[in-house]
């Protein structure tokens, strides 16, 4: 699992409330990522970033914003949830030193009603 | 920017049957493209990558193929397990843009009947 967890591992929450995801890591990687899985569309990318306070847009980004304080830590905040926002989370880091291979965890489903 | 077309949809073998999955992608810079597979419930995880400087990758049973003039690269997954049954996913990435992100297909449903 490249020492990625993910938390909530669930979440049901109501349309214009706040969210927050969580994707903590051990392995000291530089890059993390944030990817939507929706039906029909595969993963995309919504945030990633590439060292403690950078970041940068993916290809979904409207309605999310992302924080990387620590190494360790990126998070996904849902300013105001919508229903469109219902989808499964990955957290992804990213190997460095040639390979660069990148590695998910083991997702959050967000519900928002 | 990148696209990666990835077919079939929905794949259906049985068991001992190989299966063979197609990615198209649009970038000629593209020189990386990883496989992933997905059980229920899970993160992808990956299982094979290929980079443009060589065509073909083997790895016991699943093989991966690049033809980087057809911009086309393929998963061949030979005597079929139950246990193969997943998603699968191609992705290719550009690691001159971009900060060299990965483009993933859409995925294929794969199910090895007993």
């Known amino acids: 699992d490249a020492g990625i967890t993910q938390s909530p591992r669930h979440k049901v929450t109501e349309t214009g409330t706040p969210v927050t995801l969580r994707c903590h890591q051990t392995e000291n990687h530089r890059y993390m990522y944030w990817y939507r899985q929706d039906p029909g569309h595969g993963l995309r990318l919504i945030h990633y970033s590439y060292g403690v306070k950078d970041t940068d847009k993916g290809e979904v980004s409207d309605g999310y914003s992302v924080s990387r304080s620590k190494t360790e830590d990126f998070l996904l905040t849902l300013e105001s949830a919508t229903s469109s926002q219902t989808s499964v989370y990955f957290c992804?880091?990213?190997?460095?030193?040639?390979?660069?291979?990148?590695?998910f965890g083991p997702g959050t489903r967000l519900t928002v009603l | 920017g990148e696209n990666v077309e990835q077919h079939p949809s929905t794949l259906s073998v049985q068991e001992g049957d190989s299966a063979v999955i197609k990615c198209t992608y649009s970038d000629s810079a593209s020189n990386y493209f990883p496989w992933y597979k997905q059980e229920l419930g899970k993160g992808p995880q990956l299982i094979i990558d290929i980079r443009s400087n060589v065509g073909e990758k083997k790895d016991q049973r699943i093989a991966v193929t690049l033809n980087k003039t057809a911009k086309h690269f393929s998963l061949h997954i030979t005597e079929t397990q139950p246990e193969d049954s997943a998603v699968y996913f191609c992705a290719a990435k550009n690691y001159g843009g971009s900060q060299g992100n990965l483009i993933f297909g859409k995925g294929t449903k794969l199910s090895v009947k007993p």
């Open positions: 992804a880091v990213r190997t460095s030193g040639g390979l660069n291979e990148q590695f």
